[in-house]
């Protein structure tokens, strides 16, 4: 039963993998309890989709991103360069507009097809406003990027979200 529902769940994550690029981006969430390997099947999914020198095909096909403890867009936006090894020093006084920039123009010359954010249950850490700020960030990075976004956390977090777009984990 529980292979059967992680195989399904990475199944799931092929079929966003492959999806073509589209205005409204398709998102998944799966959460678990604690340690109920959501992140362990997202390593298996990104171990088959390695990052590559971008020669023959795309340089960083999956993204995968820890959501930072204290969550806002500034400081999403500097997860995803360091996850990106983007650290340059001149960008910490970049605009919030600027940095999206940044991000855009990274993920479509890097050939990024899909970003999957982990601890995303780190998010309520913030004001109610500022959770439903970030989700909606999410929200327009997905539609201007056309990729899918995949949030990974635990149970709890749920409670932000739409309920339709939920998978749990066993």
Known sequence: MVMAKNMQIVGKLENLFNLPPKTTGTSLVFFGASNHRKTALVNRF??????TDG?????????????????DERGFYDAIFETLWL????????????????????FKKLGTKILIVDNIHNVLNCLVSRQQEFIQTLAALSANLQIPIVLI????????????QWIETP
Do not use: M
């Not at 990104?46 to 990052?51: D, G, I, L, M």
């Not at 795309?58 to 403890?69: E, G, I, K, Q, R």
């Not at 919030?96 to 990274?106: D, G, I, M, P």
């Open 153 to 164: 956390g635990i149970k709890h977090y749920g409670r932000v979200l739409d309920e339709r």
């Open 55 to 71: 020669w023959n095909s795309a340089a960083v096909p999956v993204l995968c991103v820890n959501t930072p403890p204290r969550t």
């Open 87 to 106: 650290y340059l020093p001149s960008r910490d006084q970049d605009s919030l507009l600027q940095k999206q920039e940044w991000v855009s123009f990274y």
């Open 46 to 51: 990104f171990r088959a989709h390695p990052f």
